[in-house]
């Protein structure tokens, strides 16, 4: 009777063990979250650690009625931290959300050049060359037998047996001149090149083609005029094409120089707008393309000091202010120009010099309307 009395009991006993379980799980299993004081600690900064809200404050402070201040905490103590999701994530978005937007950087406007597409055809400018001029071959015939030819028209080139040319290449179609005199001092200049056409290669004939005319003859191409901004004739003869940009970009010349338009584009006699020059100073005296000279007229005299990178003559005042050039080609010693504005009409021999600025003159923003890329 005993054993029977003593096991009810012990029954009775898991079961209100089991019921206080299911009744308060939180009490039985559930431990309180915590924060031991630190030297320098407040509710604010407690809250913003583990809540990632400041804010909060208030309510950690009512959960831990024994602190007297919430902003002087006594290292050591024990404060109980109520129940939140780990706010790590929160955090960082709300600091994401104080820190200022991205300022969006506005596109920077484009440099602005001078368009002398709409002044010359850039690919027909020429050259100077105080050296003869050494071509890589010359037209030996025509399609239709003409001896004028037109853009589209067919043309057969004899190149210079040791160049080395493939299906596909362009030349320029041109003719250099006899040999040139210097306007100032009346000494052998050099010679131009005048740009009468561009042609490209499509077929190379051999030796065995079937036309007569090509007996024998080496290095014989066939081509075709894709350009004649001159009339284009027999016997021009060809060098290889270099296209030109048409926007230039005005640049400032900051040092001193004094030079000579010494022969123009088809040896004009009187030189005006938009006429093509050649200089001779080039890259060596420190002209580069998109250098602003100044065309003027005057005396010159030999400077008995003249100072380092200086002309050893000088103009001597007054002078005639002609108009200004735009340099478009820059070669060892020569130079290619257009004139872009002149208040007369003018010769070769005539003295250029160097025009510098810290912003760009007025002058050359009214036709600045291009992007330089």
């Known amino acids: 009777m005993g054993k029977k009395i003593k096991k009810r009991y012990i029954i009775i006993v898991l079961l209100l063990a089991a019921g206080c379980f299911f009744l308060y799980p939180s009490a039985t299993w559930a431990q309180k979250l915590t924060h031991t004081v630190q030297k320098g600690d407040t509710l604010w900064d407690i809250c913003e650690k583990y809540y990632g809200d400041p804010n909060l404050w208030p309510k950690l402070w009512q959960m831990n009625p024994f602190i007297t201040n919430p902003?002087?905490?006594?290292?050591?103590?024990?404060?109980?931290?109520?129940?939140?999701?780990?706010v790590k994530e929160v955090s960082e978005v709300k600091v994401a959300e104080k820190q200022p937007p991205k300022k969006v950087e506005e596109p920077k406007p484009a440099v602005m050049g001078i368009d002398v597409g709409h002044?010359?055809?850039?690919?027909?400018?020429?050259?100077?060359?105080?050296?003869?001029i050494v071509t890589w071959g010359a037209l030996l015939a025509s399609d239709n037998d003409n001896i004028m030819l037109a853009k589209g028209?067919?043309?057969?080139?004899?190149?210079?047996?040791?160049r080395d040319i493939k299906i596909g290449d362009e030349f320029f179609i041109g003719r250099s001149s006899s040999l040139l005199e210097n306007p100032v001092t009346g000494e052998d200049l050099g010679y131009t090149f005048k740009v009468n056409g561009k042609l490209k290669v499509e077929e190379r004939l051999g030796l065995a083609h079937g036309d007569n005319r090509f007996y024998n003859?080496?290095?014989?191409?066939?081509?075709?005029?894709?350009e004649a901004y001159e009339p284009v004739s027999i016997d021009d003869s060809v060098l290889p094409y270099t296209s030109f940009p048409s926007c230039v970009l005005p640049v400032s010349m900051n040092k001193d120089l004094l030079a000579n338009i010494v022969a123009?584009?088809?040896?004009?006699e009187l030189i005006g707008p938009n006429s093509i020059v050649y200089i001779d100073h080039?890259?060596?005296?420190?002209?580069?393309?998109?250098?602003?000279?100044?065309v003027v007229e005057g005396n010159v005299v030999p400077d008995p000091n003249p100072g380092k990178g200086v002309s050893?003559?000088?103009?001597?005042?007054?002078?005639?202010?002609?108009?200004?050039?735009?340099?478009?080609?820059?070669?060892?010693?020569?130079?290619?120009?257009?004139?872009?504005s002149a208040t007369e009409a003018f010769s070769t021999g005539v003295y250029i010099i160097s025009l510098s600025w810290a912003?760009?003159?007025?002058?050359?923003?009214?036709?600045a309307n291009c992007p330089v890329k």
């Open 71 to 86: 902003h002087l905490l006594v290292p050591g103590d024990i404060i109980t931290l109520f129940e939140k999701e780990p």
């Open 359 to 367: 912003e760009t003159p007025d002058f050359l923003l009214s036709i």
């Open 119 to 132: 002044l010359t055809d850039v690919n027909a400018l020429g050259f100077l060359s105080l050296e003869k």
């Open 217 to 226: 003859k080496k290095n014989v191409f066939k081509a075709t005029v894709v």
């Open 153 to 162: 028209d067919i043309a057969y080139v004899i190149f210079d047996e040791d």
């Open 282 to 294: 080039g890259l060596k005296q420190g002209i580069n393309r998109g250098n602003v000279l100044e």
């Open 264 to 268: 123009s584009k088809g040896q004009l």
């Open 312 to 340: 050893s003559s000088k103009i001597i005042l007054p002078d005639r202010r002609l108009g200004k050039i735009l340099i478009l080609e820059a070669r060892a010693d020569t130079s290619t120009a257009i004139v872009i």
